[in-house]
């Protein structure tokens, strides 16, 4: 029975699998929201879901901008998807198990598991790894490992314009992250020189709850 249900899933992502021109076109499209990212000071990572030969979500990271460690782009595409299903009054599961994730930077952990949870998406194409926090085999696998109480485990063909991908998280990370917390200077630990008393000043953000946060894709 198992080794059958295997076999429908492979077939069911075997038939969507696409060619290669229109991972191309799709990967593209999926790199313009990845560099809008960038450009917004946001981690480069952008992504499409396309469902019979149509965009319907997008996402690029929106953790900075709405200061909300869960805005991945793939989150971000997924509402849309839902919200598209909704509008058109489809069921979301028909239309997931019908749609590919095209992302530039694989799934981290979390949005591994949204995806193996939510829609039932079967395919992931992805560009590079995710070394930190990857949940399709770079850390964890997510989307493979047999967990049976937690959705459906989807295919992933990896490694689309990984370089490129590499390149614009490297640049993310030279920049400077506005969001980091400044150094904190205290004065405290300077000894006085003439045996004066010292005032404790601490200098640096007051809301110290806003440390940075490390988003990934
Ligand atoms: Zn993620």
């Known amino acids: 029975m198992e080794m059958q249900a295997d076999r429908v899933e492979l077939e069911k992502s075997d038939f969507l699998q696409p060619l290669d021109s229109e991972i191309q076109t799709w990967m593209s499209k999926a790199f313009d929201m990845a560099l809008e990212a960038l450009e917004n000071g ?12 149509e965009i319907i979500g997008k996402g690029r990271n929106e953790v900075n901008e709405t200061k909300n460690a869960t805005r991945h782009a793939e989150m971000v595409a997924l509402d849309q998807v839902l919200d598209w299903c909704r509008f058109r009054e489809k069921d979301p599961k028909e239309v997931c198990e019908q749609t590919v994730l095209y992302v530039t930077v694989e799934p981290c952990i979390m949005c591994a598991a949204a995806l193996r ?33 937690t959705g459906t485990s989807f295919k992933c063909i990896a490694g689309y314009r990984a370089e490129e991908a590499v390149e614009m998280l490297k640049t993310f990370y030279k920049q400077e992250n506005p969001n ?16 004066a008393v010292v005032v404790q000043v601490k200098q640096g953000p007051q809301d110290d709850e ?8």
């Open 42 to 53: 946001e981690v480069p990572v952008g992504c499409l879901m396309v469902y019979n030969n």
């Open 210 to 217: 806003s440390e940075t946060i490390a988003p990934l894709s």
């Open 117 to 149: 949870l939510l829609p039932d998406i079967p395919l992931v194409v992805y560009g590079c790894k995710n070394e930190r926090f990857g949940g399709c085999g770079s850390v964890l696998d997510i989307s493979s490992d047999l967990l049976p109480h």
């Open 180 to 195: 980091a917390p400044k150094p904190k200077v205290r004065k405290d630990l300077i000894s006085p020189p003439d045996g």
